[in-house]
C-alpha cells in the first residue's frame, strides 16, 4: 500500500533532490554576485557606489526571499510526508512493529559484533 501512495505522490525523492539542487546553485549564486557588487562598491564614492550598494542589497534580499519560499515549501512537503506515515503506521500496525522489531534486531546484532 505505501508503494503506491509514493508513486502516485507529484513529487518524487529524485525530484526533490534536483530542486534543493538548483535552489542552492540559485542562492549560491546570488549571494556571489551580491558580494562582488558590495566589494567593488566599496572601492567607489559617490553615486556609482550609492548604486551599485543599492543593486547587491537587492540580490542579497531576492536571496533571502527565495530562501524563505524554499523553506516554506519543504514545511509543507514535510507534513504531507508525515502525515503519509501516520496513515501508514494507523492502517497497518502490525507491519510497522514487525518492520520496527527487525530494524531494532539488526542494530543490536551489529552493535553485537564490536
Do not use: C, F
Not at 540559485?26 to 556571489?32: F, S
Not at 501508514?88 to 518492520?99: E, F, L, M
Amino acid at each position: 500500500m505505501i508503494d503506491t501512495n509514493i508513486r502516485t505522490n507529484s513529487t518524487s525523492p529524485s525530484a526533490l533532490n534536483s530542486n534543493l539542487d538548483t535552489v542552492q546553485t540559485d542562492i549560491k549564486t546570488l549571494v556571489k554576485d551580491a558580494q562582488s557588487l558590495l566589494t567593488a562598491a566599496a572601492s567607489l564614492t559617490g553615486e556609482k557606489a550609492d548604486e551599485m550598494r543599492g543593486r547587491g542589497m537587492q540580490l542579497l534580499d531576492q536571496a533571502m526571499g527565495k530562501g524563505k519560499e524554499y523553506q516554506g515549501q519543504a514545511m509543507v512537503r514535510g507534513k504531507e510526508l508525515a502525515h503519509t506515515a501516520d496513515v501508514y503506521v494507523k492502517d497497518n500496525p502490525w507491519r510497522t512493529i514487525a518492520a520496527a522489531a527487525s530494524v531494532g534486531l539488526l542494530v543490536g546484532v551489529i552493535l553485537g559484533r564490536k
